[in-house]
C-alpha cells in the first residue's frame, strides 16, 4: 500500500538540530512536488518548505536560513534538515507529496505521511 513514512523526530534543547526523513514507499509512479508542513496545538498548519523535482525549494520567512530542504529521487526520499532550532519550532511536522510536477506556495497535495512530533526546549 502506497503511503509516506516519516522519521527522526524528537525532543533536543534549544539551539540544537534534527534531520526529518520522509520516504515514498509503493507508489507506481514518481512523486514530483513535495513539502514539508507544521502544525503546533492551537495553531493553523504551516507550510515550511517545498522542493520540486530538479531541487528548487521555496522556505517559510520562519526557518529561512536555518532549515534545509533536499531530496534523494533515486531512494525517493525527502529530507529537512533543521538547525539552531528554537522553541518556536515545536509542532507535528508532517510530509507531503504530490505527483505533479508544478510545484507552488499553497498548493494542495494528495499525499500525507502521519506526522512526527518535533520538541525544542529552552
Known amino acids: 500500500q502506497a503511503q509516506l513514512v516519516e522519521s527522526g523526530g524528537g525532543s533536543v534543547q534549544a539551539g540544537g538540530s534534527l534531520r526529518l526523513s520522509c520516504a515514498a514507499v509503493?507508489?507506481?509512479?514518481?512523486?514530483?512536488?513535495m513539502a514539508w508542513f507544521r502544525q503546533a496545538p492551537g495553531k493553523e498548519r504551516e507550510e515550511v518548505a517545498y522542493?520540486?523535482?530538479?531541487?528548487?525549494?521555496l522556505y517559510s520567512d520562519s526557518v529561512k536560513g536555518r532549515f534545509v530542504i533536499s531530496r534523494d529521487n533515486e531512494k525517493n526520499t525527502m529530507y529537512l534538515q533543521m538547525n539552531r532550532l528554537k522553541p518556536g519550532d515545536t509542532a507535528l511536522y508532517y510530509c507531503?507529496?504530490?505527483?505533479?510536477?508544478?510545484?507552488?506556495?499553497?498548493?494542495?497535495?494528495?499525499?500525507w505521511g502521519q506526522g512526527t512530533q518535533v520538541t525544542v526546549s529552552s
Open positions: 507531503a507529496a504530490d505527483r505533479s510536477e508544478l510545484c507552488y506556495r499553497g498548493r494542495v497535495y494528495e499525499y
Open positions: 509503493g507508489f507506481a509512479s514518481r512523486l514530483n512536488c
Open positions: 522542493i520540486n523535482p530538479w531541487g528548487d525549494a
